[in-house]
C-alpha cells in the first residue's frame, strides 16, 4: 500500500512497560526498516522515548486508547516531541489478527496502519475540558452516594419505628434533622421531638408525634450519627466542587 508517512512510530501501551514500533525510510524489499524498543512507564522514561521518538525525525505517532494507562504516555508525547500529529485510537479499530502477540508485534501492526494513513484519532479534550470533566464526573458520584446515605439512614429510622418520612416530605428538612438529632442525644418523647418542628411543618405536630414514638435506642443512636456526619462530609465536598 501507498506509505504516507515516511518517519512514524506506534506505541502499544502496558501497566508497566510500552512497546514502540518506528518506521523509516531504509534497505527492506520496500525501501522501509523498522525499529523496535520498549520502555518503562515512568514518567522520566516516557519524556525520553518522546526525546528519542523526535530524534529519529518521527512526524507522526499512533497509540491505541487504554485507558488512565495511555494518558500519561499521551501526555509526554505532547509535551516533550516534535510530532505532527499523535494519535490515541480507539482499541476496537485497530484490533491485531489473531495468533500469537505480543506488545511489540501490537506496535509494529499498529505503526503499518500509521504509514499507509489508516488510522483515525479519538477526540482528547484540552487540559481544561479535562479538568471540568474530571470535576463534574466526581461530583456525580457524591451525589449518587448522598443518596445512598439518605437512603440507609432512612432505613435506620425504620428500624427504630420512626415513620417521620411518612409525615415531611423529606428527611432532609430541617425539622427532622433537628429531631434526629434530638434522638441521638438522648430524647424520647414524642410531645418533645415534636415541637423541634419549624414553619409549616408545625401544623403537623400532632402526627409528628405519633411519627416519633418508637423503638430508637443506642444503636440507632450511633448508626444515624455516623450516617448524618457523612451526609454532612458529602454536602461539604459537593459545594467545593461546585465552587
Avoid at 415513620?163 to 429531631?179: W, Y
Amino acid at each position: 500500500m501507498l506509505v504516507l508517512y515516511q518517519r512514524c512510530a506506534a506505541v502499544d501501551i502496558g501497566k508497566d512497560v510500552i512497546a514502540v514500533a518506528v518506521r523509516l525510510p531504509g534497505d527492506g524489499p520496500d525501501h522501509r526498516q523498522t525499529i523496535k524498543r520498549t520502555f518503562k512507564t515512568f514518567y522520566g522514561v516516557l519524556k525520553h522515548a518522546a526525546r528519542w521518538l523526535t530524534e529519529q525525525q518521527v512526524t507522526h505517532v499512533a497509540m491505541e486508547a487504554t485507558g488512565i494507562y495511555s494518558m500519561p504516555v499521551y501526555h509526554a508525547l505532547i509535551e516533550h516531541g516534535g510530532f505532527e500529529q499523535v494519535l490515541v485510537c480507539n482499541a476496537g479499530h485497530v484490533r491485531n489478527v489473531p495468533g500469537r502477540k505480543t506488545d511489540l508485534s501490537d506496535a509494529e501492526w499498529l505503526v503499518h496502519l500509521l504509514e499507509c494513513g489508516l488510522l483515525r484519532g479519538s477526540f482528547i479534550p484540552p487540559a481544561q475540558i479535562k479538568a471540568a470533566r474530571d470535576v463534574i464526573r466526581y461530583r456525580t458520584k457524591l451525589t449518587e452516594s448522598r443518596t445512598s446515605e439518605l437512603q440507609r439512614l432512612g432505613n435506620i429510622l425504620q428500624d427504630a419505628a420512626i415513620k417521620v418520612d411518612s409525615v415531611a416530605s423529606t428527611i432532609t428538612a430541617r425539622s427532622v434533622r433537628a429531631m434526629v438529632e434530638a434522638l441521638i442525644d438522648g430524647e424520647r418523647r414524642p410531645l418533645v421531638l415534636a415541637e423541634l418542628a419549624k414553619g409549616r411543618m408545625r401544623a403537623k405536630i400532632p402526627d409528628l408525634q405519633r411519627a416519633l414514638e418508637g423503638r430508637f435506642d443506642s444503636h440507632h443512636a450511633l448508626m444515624c450519627r455516623l450516617h448524618l456526619d457523612h451526609l454532612d462530609y458529602l454536602d461539604e465536598m459537593i459545594v467545593r466542587l461546585d465552587t
